[in-house]
């Protein structure tokens, strides 16, 4: 029998024991095992945070997405754990750096500001905007813009989810509708083509470095030192194209949004 055979014999016999018995063990096991994946998310989300955030914070606060994931999953529906916990353990630090209230109001009503900017200003153009042409617009001189842009980098923490918004306040009641992969819902399928759609409109047309940082951080999982040695700028350069990458994609989704 291979090793990793086994393994996928002992995790399934793991969770059997937790369904059928609910002992401590198997509890602690199963949350033992899935750590480095909060670990890694932590992580992840940590880089674009201020010094104030901990990393051990963001630990703890995904710990308890991790142990309420355990809870809620059914191995039986086919869907790996990793899956399906990635998303809870996520919205757990979120959650908790929100109730932490970390962005002051000032900040956040800057953020809104530059994202109407934005969108001003390439409705205007029809084209990106550059630094120095929003810098204008708002008044500021460029250094003043990039100091600007190293603030906001606080307020992206959400980023790419922040598009997918619910009318519940409850972040579990939009996971609880998607807990059931083979169920049919035409509405769901319809807003995810057309969320999907205007998705790949506006990052078609987002400058070519702060769509490389996208596609590298989103969708290849790389980490910004990572991505700041692959493109062979600074980490610091990194923080700053993801802000911009990000405020022109709310601007442009809200927008088409209404």
């Not at 529906?77 to 000032?106: C, H, N, S």
């Not at 390439?122 to 905007?129: D, I, K, M, S, V």
């Not at 998607?178 to 999907?196: F, I, N, Q």
């Amino acid at each position: 029998m291979s090793a990793e055979l086994k393994q996928r014999q002992e995790r399934a016999e793991l969770w059997r024991r937790y369904r059928t018995a609910a002992d401590p063990e198997s509890w602690e096991a199963l949350i033992r095992e899935h750590l480095p994946l909060v670990r890694y998310l932590a992580g992840r989300l940590v880089v674009h945070l201020p010094p104030q955030v901990e990393l051990d914070d963001l630990i703890s606060y995904g710990i308890f997405g991790l142990m309420e994931a355990i809870k809620r999953y059914d191995p039986s529906r086919g869907v790996k754990f990793e899956t399906y916990a990635y998303t809870r353990i996520r919205g757990a630090m979120l959650d908790g750096l929100r109730a932490m209230d970390w962005v002051p109001q000032g900040l956040r009503r800057r953020a809104r500001e530059v994202e109407a900017c934005y969108r001003r200003l390439e409705n205007r153009l029809g084209r990106p905007a550059e630094d120095a042409e929003v810098a204008a617009e708002m008044g500021l001189t460029p250094e003043e813009f990039g100091e600007l842009l190293k603030d906001l980098a606080r307020t992206t923490v959400i980023s790419l989810d922040d598009v997918l918004r619910s009318e519940s306040d409850d972040p579990a009641a939009v996971l609880d509708r998607l807990a059931d992969p083979g169920a049919a819902d035409p509405l769901a399928a319809a807003t995810l083509a057309d969320l999907r759609q205007r998705l790949a409109q506006a990052l078609a047309v987002l400058p070519e470095r702060e769509r490389l940082v996208v596609t590298l951080y989103y969708y290849e999982g790389l980490t910004v030192k990572e991505i700041a040695e692959v493109m062979g700028v600074s980490p610091s350069r990194v923080s700053q194209l993801h802000t911009r990458a990000i405020l022109r994609l709310r601007a442009r989704l809200g927008e088409d949004g209404g």
